[in-house]
């Protein structure tokens, strides 16, 4: 169950505008960190206390120090994206900023909607790029999402997984028409569900209706 926004911390700007820097998944040290933020004026020991050292007690990014390549003794410390990053927390993260978002486009509050898109979909490419679920990114919608699951538990029973797709759509037209509210209002540009043709669609229910004995 998702938690709420009254149990889980928001990340600042500041480490917003870092994860967005980082995100490749690359090792960087910290002025090169700074450069990527575009924000080479940022004292290191503010970088490190107030951004770094918060997003690694989360769990979403990870340190390591390495010598410098001068051969003295001297350390530089370098910060990535973690590999096993916790992605319950990524997801609530999203959740909480989609909710965020959706509250603000509703009291028509522009500043509002700017700050949580693009926090929105920060995280939410974090998301997809370390969460898969056979093979499709997990995703765009709460209501996509939760199509992808229903499709990855039925995908035995179907000959492709795009087939349980269409499956999950006309088994849960509700969840679909959820999602396809939402792209249109909220969602950042990305992959959306497969277009699927009405005469496939026809198919395949006729296709579950023979397996259930139905007409």
């Not at 009254?6 to 690359?26: H, Y």
């Not at 390549?69 to 997801?91: N, Q, T, V």
């Amino acid at each position: 169950m998702m938690r709420t926004l009254d149990d889980i911390d928001l990340l600042t700007a500041q480490q917003l505008e870092f994860l967005c820097a980082i995100s490749d998944g690359e090792w960087y040290d910290r002025k090169s960190i700074r450069k990527k933020m575009g924000m080479k004026k940022l004292i290191p020991s503010i970088l490190s206390e107030r951004v770094i050292k918060p997003l690694e007690a989360k769990g979403i990014i990870e340190q390591e120090e390495r010598p410098l390549k001068d051969g003295s003794r001297k350390m530089k410390k370098f910060a990535r994206i973690r590999e096993d990053i916790d992605l319950l927390l990524l997801m609530n993260l999203r959740d909480s900023y989609q909710t965020l978002l959706k509250n603000s486009n509703e009291k028509q509050d522009k500043r509002g909607e700017m700050l949580y898109q693009k926090a929105y979909e920060a995280l939410d490419n974090l998301c997809q790029s370390h969460f898969v679920i056979g093979g499709t990114s997990l995703s765009l919608s709460p209501g996509e999402a939760e199509l992808y699951r229903i499709a990855h538990k039925i995908e035995k029973y179907c000959k492709t997984y795009e087939q349980a797709i269409a499956a999950a759509c006309i088994a849960r037209p509700d969840l679909y028409k959820e999602h396809q509210e939402w792209q249109s209002k909220y969602g950042p540009k990305g992959r959306r569900l497969p277009e699927v043709d009405p005469t496939e669609y026809d198919r395949i229910r006729r296709e579950l209706n023979a397996r259930n004995g139905g007409d």
